[in-house]
């Protein structure tokens, strides 16, 4: 996809996002439908971001690591270096084929989760998130775990 393409697909796919959270004011349904738009999309990505392919190698480094050295031994030599739920995570879905994908998925789904919970205490749910995709803050979370 060209990246004009791309600005294109993300306006429409947030465009969708925000029409469900702001009639989700009046029906609850609209409002969960949006959130789960916003999870898929989070979930789906690849390659997004500057810093996506040094997660990509460093989680292919550290499952090769807990599978010669085994779980002990990497969370005590990695625990400096790298986050100790990253470590965990990797070690967790170290047995399905694309590790990194869920390593992803799970990051992705917390921060929007946080998110969610703290403008629905607040009541700000749309206004809220649509300052986040607006100022491209959803961006920055999806290159960052």
């Not at 989700?24 to 789906?44: H, P, Y």
């Amino acid at each position: 996809m060209t990246e004009f393409g791309s600005i294109v697909f993300y306006s429409i796919v947030f465009a969708i996002i925000l029409y469900f959270l702001y009639n989700g004011k009046r029906i609850l349904a609209f409002e969960r439908i949006g959130i789960f738009l916003l999870l898929v999309l989070a979930v789906l990505r690849f390659d997004i971001g500057f810093d996506y392919e040094i997660y990509y190698k460093d989680i292919q480094a550290l499952k090769s690591a807990l599978d010669w050295y085994g779980a002990e031994y990497v969370f005590n030599v990695f625990e400096t270096r790298l986050e100790p739920t990253f470590v965990f995570l990797v070690w967790l879905f170290k047995g399905f084929t694309h590790t990194y994908a869920y390593v992803f998925a799970v990051y992705s789904m917390l921060t929007i989760y946080f998110w969610y919970k703290a403008f629905k205490d607040n009541n700000t749910v749309f206004w809220s998130f649509f300052v986040l995709i607006v100022l491209l803050y959803v961006f920055n979370s999806f290159d960052q775990i």
